[in-house]
């Protein structure tokens, strides 16, 4: 398969996490779109490594880093979350205003 369709997939993939980030008020929603942004980027990175250079390994050693960071996002994230819900009872984002003045 050529290039362009793994670029296709994780152009689509990532655009779904944008909106995904952008339209839902639901934490845990906005945690999973941050984890599909994440994955488009690590498709991105396996598909120019495989088409560029198939000797090096470059790019899967960058897609193991930035999964172990979605994982460490993932679990502060959650923390996070579960803390919030456990004061304020509910974890929608508009209600998340814990840091103001």
């Not at 050529?2 to 152009?11: D, E, H, I, M, R």
């Not at 945690?31 to 396996?46: D, P, T």
């Amino acid at each position: 398969m050529p290039l362009q369709f793994y670029l296709l997939l994780a152009a689509a993939l990532f655009c779904i996490g944008i909106y995904g980030l952008v339209m839902s008020r639901n934490a845990v929603r906005v945690l999973m779109s941050i984890e599909l942004m994440l994955n488009a980027v690590n498709l991105n990175l396996i598909a120019f490594s495989n088409f560029l250079d198939r000797q090096d390994i470059h790019g899967q050693v960058f897609t193991i880093f930035v999964i172990t960071v979605a994982a460490a996002e993932a679990a502060v994230g959650l923390a996070i979350i579960l803390s919030i819900y456990r004061n304020r009872d509910t974890i929608d984002m508009e209600a998340f205003n814990l840091l103001k003045w």
